[in-house]
């Protein structure tokens, strides 16, 4: 590609700010960004296509640093219970009803959804991630940064899960990186589900070629109930310190949730330069609380948000994660300046980046970096009005009026994925309407199983609630 967007309110995010110019200009040729700048500073004559930008602000597109996206046909199907019956007797009971052709066509919506929003760059964590690389994210021309799940769980059954160590598991996970070595869209990452879900064998060895080969680990850590009993119980200590013990609390490891760790381990993870990614809408969905992202970043550490799955919080759109990151962390602190919008901002643009050790390719609007950047309406009522004198108020608007739907223009690797709000090439509509129609199978195939399993969903129905 070859275009500018010129006369738009643009955010850059380099420096300590947001990197805000009033009348700016992008330019893009090919993957790259060419210019950042005044309009005024632009040669137009150079450019094949001129986007007018204006009444629209442009930024970087959106990281969403933690999600399942194998999981969106089955929206609805497990809110408002508890945090312990929620994965094994809500969602579980359903989910066992998919085949792999639901799961696909699941990351399809899923990503479409998040596109529609604004992001650009999924941290996509899935079992056969390499199928949905290959089968949707290259295809749709989205960002992936894909781990590999690594659940070496057996059996369930007792109070304890049966671990048996798979070689099979971690080597599919490395061939991510053999398949993907010309990097483009794709950044493999290792993908060891949880403490509780791995063999210490196997931890050991991806803690072994992580650091030989610089390369990241995303792990979900601390998140909840569920798994403190399982590591109590098998290791009797915390998460965190049993990670310390095998020397994983370090710069490598991308974190997932961690509100089950102490106040002393996470000062211990910030310092140790680990990457915690949040959750907002999904864990205080699934579990009641508020993610540490403030705390996190209070102690000097890094981090990002992610949507998670689904069926937890309802939706992929991360303007809704950093909307709700600032409202609960307000409501958690008492106190209404915690976790501004200019912070919440830059956690799903330069600190998404940063956590994800992409840094040096977007998460930033900057001459040479991939060209990953979005625009969005600011003519829509809900951010109506907009002015910049004496202040820029869209800036607070963008978390606390936006709904992510107001993103009309989305380019990824400098190819134009969606224009005036449209798709450019996904048919939107036939992937909508098969959506439908294999959900209706799937909820149907599982209505034995649910009512069996007899979480408060089941409950619910029987009132009449749902």
Known sequence: MNLAIINTRLMT???DSLGLIKNGAVGVEDDKLTFVGKSRNIDEEDYEEIIDGSDHVTMPGLIDAHVH???SL???SAQDVPEKEWMNRA???IAQNMDEEDHLLSSKLSIMEGLKAGTTTFAEFARDVDRLIKDVYIPFGVRVAGAETINEVVDKEGELYVLERSEDKLAKNERLFEDHAEKGLVEPI???QALDMVTLETLEEIKRRSEEKKRRVHMHVAQGGREEEQIKRRYGKSTVKKLDELDMIQEDLIAAHCHGASHEEKKLMAERGVNMVGCPSSISMIDGIVPPVKTFLELGGKAALGSDQTPGNGAHNIFREMRTISLLSKCHEKDPTALPAWEALKLSTKGGSEVLGLEDSVGTLKEGKKADLITVDLKKLNMTPSVDVPFSNFIPNLIYSTTG??????????EEVIRDNGFVS???EKIRKKAEKRAEKIFSRAEVDWLEADSEMVKYQREGHI
């Open 91 to 93: 969602l579980g009971p």
């Open 13 to 15: 995010f380099e420096g």
């Open 405 to 414: 739907y107001e993103v009309d223009n989305v380019i990824v690797n400098g």
């Open 69 to 71: 996206t194998s999981l």
């Open 190 to 192: 290792y993908g060891p």
């Open 426 to 428: 996904i048919d939107e």
């Open 74 to 76: 089955l929206r609805g």
